[in-house]
């Protein structure tokens, strides 16, 4: 998949951008807070119908504007065009419209944009708490299996519908509590087998991306643990549920499933140095690319790397860019204060590159010979 062009009105600081693409790399240059970021975002949401960063979409709309639009115009393998728009009044539900036509479900739109998003933010796959990682799974999974994305849905809601339950001061009824269960474990189940097959293909591309850019200085591994492993996930989830009515929420289930990962047999939390912890992120998320792009119809994902080199030694950086200058990939947006790092990228690439310069929200081609 290539985004041709992309159209901007008051998303973050972006006030107005018109841009035409090129189908193989894009440069975005500019101070920290210029707008880089945000560019990248845009070309996110209308992958995932809702920014990476802003939980909330009326955070997106630029400070004393009443709406935010992004138009896109996507080229497949095949020829076929996609015009994809999304935009939002303050006050107002969004809209995302593929050819024109509007969604019955958002969730529908998933998987037809494959992306993968690189960016110092993603250090908090290691340092945060698990739901992090059940994130990093579910954007994924979500991009090639609607079955799971369904199951998923219904989960959360019978969870929250028996956290309600659990929380009221009254004994809740017993059947009731019996239903959502039962609704839980399947749903449950369904996330369970394609999470834990997510992980076991994922880890050795992930092993092999590490090891080329580490130059096999360390050994680094990824682990699925979920409650369901523990047996019928309907067991697991009725075990506890007097615990569960004294902290008022629901202890066992998927909803508490976690990836370990580890360098040299120990949490990489614990013992990865800045440079390490940056290396194994980056690999993971390229190791993301590589699944995508074997899984979803034979779609090249897009590679979005928003500030990827810093804090990397220049050896890693060396073996960062000959992994991602590789015929694997195919669209690539990346985002740098300077063009040092871009240089290297470009070398190795050929002619079809285009570099922008991001200034306070506005973005400006730079000619080759600028």
């Not at 006030?15 to 210029?34: M, T, V």
């Not at 219904?154 to 009731?176: T, V, W």
């Not at 007097?242 to 990489?268: C, N, Q």
Request: glycine share 6%.
């Amino acid at each position: 998949m290539v985004l041709k062009n992309i159209s901007i009105l008051n998303y973050k600081n972006i006030e107005s951008a018109d841009i035409e693409l090129s189908p193989k790399i894009n440069c975005f240059i500019g101070h920290n807070g210029a707008g880089k970021t945000n560019l990248l975002d845009a070309v996110y949401y209308m992958s995932f119908t809702k920014s990476a960063f802003n939980t909330r979409d009326s955070q997106i709309i630029t400070h004393d504007r009443d709406f935010f639009v992004v138009e896109g115009t996507y080229e497949a393998e095949n020829g076929t065009e996609e015009k994809i728009y999304c935009g939002m009044k303050r006050g107002s539900k969004k809209q995302f419209r593929r050819n024109g036509k509007g969604y019955r479900r958002l969730s529908q739109h998933l998987g037809l944009i494959p992306l993968i998003f690189v960016s110092p933010s993603d250090s908090i796959l290691i340092e945060g708490y698990s739901e992090e990682r059940r994130r990093l799974m579910d954007v994924v999974i979500s991009q090639y299996d609607h079955n799971y994305t369904e199951a998923l849905i219904r989960y959360n809601k019978a969870l929250a519908q028996r956290n309600a339950l659990l929380r009221q001061e009254e004994e809740p009824d017993a059947s009731l509590m019996d239903l959502l269960e039962e609704q839980m474990a399947d749903s449950g189940t369904t996330v369970f087998h394609a999470r834990e097959q997510f992980v076991e293909e994922l880890t050795p591309v992930f092993q092999e991306i590490f090891s080329t850019i580490s130059r096999d200085r360390e050994t680094v591994a990824l682990r699925y643990v979920s409650h369901a492993q523990r047996g019928p996930l309907i067991d697991v989830i009725r075990r506890d549920r007097s615990k569960d009515r004294a902290v008022g929420y629901s202890l066992h289930g998927i909803h508490r499933d976690d990836i370990e990962m580890t360098i040299g047999g120990y949490p990489m939390k614990q013992e990865g140095s800045q440079g390490q912890t940056k290396t194994f992120v980056i690999s993971l998320k390229l190791a993301q690319f590589s699944f995508l792009r074997r899984t979803v119809s034979n779609t090249t994902p897009l590679l979005l790397l928003d500030d990827i080199f810093d804090k990397l030694d220049a050896d890693r950086v060396e073996q960062i860019v000959n992994v991602v200058a590789g015929e694997e990939y195919g669209q690539i947006f990346m985002t740098d204060t300077n063009r040092e790092n871009l240089d290297k990228i470009l070398r190795r690439t050929g002619p079809d590159y285009k570099i922008f310069e991001v200034d306070g929200g506005r973005l400006t081609e730079r000619k080759e010979d600028d």
